[in-house]
């Protein structure tokens, strides 16, 4: 019989606690508990590189620098960085269940700020970390920004706006203080995951990673290494990334991140992107790569162009950036039909592919129906939804009677199909939801996800995204520990037991 595995979908920054957002602190080692203590066998979570103003994870100031928010305050006090008196007096929230990202920008570098004061600077591991070149771009970028009052980098005074050895120069001898600051605060963070992670493995709990395909137009990578993207003398944009129409949204999208170079980085051997990839895999056990299709082909809009439509396809390298990437420890994340071209490249690479039941149980597409919960296959990573979606409570309430009645007779049709038991006069919005949960596990998905908002039975104001609008709700979400009982934990139990799911097997690193 198959080893399956399930895990659950939540970013640290949705993890409770008392400083305004999720940390690699308590909670973070109390969830792991949970997921042991249900029988999941993972965590995935979104990409934990350095976000923007959007606060997205997928767009990120750095490709490689990491997320300072999530340092946690409570292991600098027993470090003896921080102390109780540096935390009196400040607010790091209003509402627990929300993000304040506001709040959280103008504290944490305050308090990191204090921190590196009594920290060691003659510290070994420190010194030998600073010749990490992984860091080196981001350390400058971001005295860069500081200096320049945080604005983007294409804001910048004249004499920083354009990367050059002299500006490195300038920036390491007469801003020495700050450059190590910004290599502390990702030292300080890898300390704190790298002890997060090995409690996860001492639990039997994987950690699955996603690295983002596209980065910030402001970014430490584009300031950095310009070469590698698509752009014009000015280091302007010619063309943006998006995605053409389709039934989600029929004026297209228009993300609005750079377009690579692929020419360029051919000539380089992909060197910068594998070291994206090395970089995540060293920091997760499993990883999935963002917008996978992009490698084959990205829709790219035109700068200026009015429309969404007026875009057009520009291709990449394909299956010859990953003819030498061996490790099978990586998910090919696209959600979604692609074009039977793509598909074939991804089949070529042989990693496992994401799938999301959403599309065919609350979609009357026929080309959806591939995505049955009866029809996954084993090399999936499988969803009901993931963080671009609406919970799965918040979907089945925004349902009409005619829409509900055409779900349940999927759910039950599909319950038929894979041995689950439905009661149909029982068919309340709660039995739904756990019956749709039961699909999932119930395939033969190799992986199944779900997460923390359907783990919560929570609705739609629970939702972490939603894409292609800039919102200030957008990425806020946070449970509360209360939120977990001893029901729940009882309940996944049960389920990843009875659907050969669950968390016994040791595995070695």
Known sequence: MQNKESGVLLHISSLPGKYGIGTLGESAYKFID???????????????????YSNSPYQTLSAFGLNHYFIDYDLLIKDGLLNSRDLQGITFFKDARKVDYKKVFDNSNKLLSK?????????????????????KKYAIYMTL?????????????????????????????????RYNYYYFIQF?????????????????????????????????SLYGYSEIFNLNKYNLMNVVAGFPPDEFSKTGQRWGEPLYDWAYMKNTHYKWRKSRINQALELFDMVKINHFSGFYQVYGIPYRAKSNKEGSFYYGPGMELFEDINDKNIFASDLGVYSKDVEKFV???????????????FKNKKIYERFYPSNLKEDSLAYIGNHDNNSLRGRIESLNEEEKLEVISKVKNECSLLNVEFIEKEASNSYLHLKIIELLLSSKAK??????QDILNQGSVSRMNIPGIFSNDNWTYRFLNSDISPKIIEKFYNLNKKYNRINTKNFDF
Not at 115 to 135: E, H, P, S, T, V
Not at 166 to 176: A, F, G, K, P, T
Not at 188 to 203: C, D, G, P, T, V
Not at 447 to 452: L, Q, V
């Open 34 to 52: 949970f997921l042991a203590s249900a029988g999941f066998s993972y965590w995935e979570i979104l990409p934990l590189t350095e976000t923007s």
């Open 347 to 361: 089949k070529e690479t042989g990693y496992p592919t994401l799938k999301t039941i959403l599309l065919p149980i």
């Open 188 to 220: 300080i963070f890898l300390k704190q995951w790298n002890n997060l992670h090995e409690y996860a493995k001492s639990k039997n709990i994987k950690i699955i990673g996603e690295i983002s395909h596209f980065l910030d137009f402001d970014s430490a």
């Open 447 to 452: 992986y199944t996800t779900i997460t923390m």
């Open 115 to 135: 921190a590196y004061k009594r920290f060691n600077k003659n510290n070994y591991d420190f010194i030998r970390f600073k010749n990490n070149d992984l860091y």
């Open 145 to 177: 920004k500081e200096k320049n009052n945080f604005k983007a980098w294409y804001d910048f005074k004249l004499e920083d706006r354009y990367y050059s050895k002299e500006v490195e120069e300038d920036v390491i001898n007469n801003y020495n203080d």
